[in-house]
């Protein structure tokens, strides 16, 4: 697995406490031998209507004015069923919550590094377990790149090229899907038919025979849709189990 930069969204509407995590989280990953991009979000109302799936893991603050913890965990969880969610709360009765939405932990405030530092090891051993493995993908009119197989949201036959609609945008790449679907075997992908290759886990909703991944409405083929809804419903078993 490539040790590649965690994406890291702080949601804190509290200056103060929103620093001592960014130094927190400075502090751990200076010694820790990997690299992370954080953001800070002080408006949570902001992050809850910008926000798309393309962070590992989120820390929340459960009491925040415009839109809760919880509310922004609920819609954080429908859209990534794979993002570490951690919540930080002065009062440690309303981290039971967290269960509903499947949050990994809770931190207590005022947050001592030290049990920061414990908690983001579990994180790391969690995602050491799940992995987030790259590929290298050579995209038409520019160099070769690396993107993150849990970037991809779906892969679409275009022409004789196939694109990779990701969190970071499009791109397009002169392979097959034949190709595309070996490199990927083994993880959580599946055709809904033949010009779609979806990452199950950007799956929000199925209606009649379409599918709603990562907000675009894709077609379900009759050919595909018997093993499609099975790989999809094999993964949610998964998911919830975990």
Known sequence: MTENALNIAVVEDDPADAKVLQKYLADFFAHSGRKCNVEVFGDSEI???????????????????????????????????????????????????????????????PVSYKVFEVKMRRILESLSVTGDKEIWIKVIGMRQMRIRISEIKYVEVVGHDCVFRTVRGDF??????????????????????????????????????????GGDLLHISRAKKKEFMRSLNNYLARSAGE
């Open 172 to 213: 397009r790449v002169s392979t097959s899907m034949t190709k595309v679907m070996s490199e990927l075997k083994g993880m959580p992908f599946s055709p809904c038919n033949q010009c779609y290759l979806v990452h199950l886990k950007y799956v929000t909703e199925t209606r009649a025979d379409f599918a709603v991944v």
């Open 47 to 109: 992050f809850y209507q910008t926000f798309s799936p393309k962070y590992n893991i989120v820390f929340l603050d459960i009491e925040m004015p415009r839109v809760s913890g919880m509310e922004i965990a609920r819609k954080l969880r429908a859209a990534d069923k794979d993002v570490i969610i951690v919540f930080v709360t002065a009062m440690a009765q309303y981290a039971v919550e967290g269960y509903e939405v499947s949050a990994f932990d809770y931190i207590v405030k």
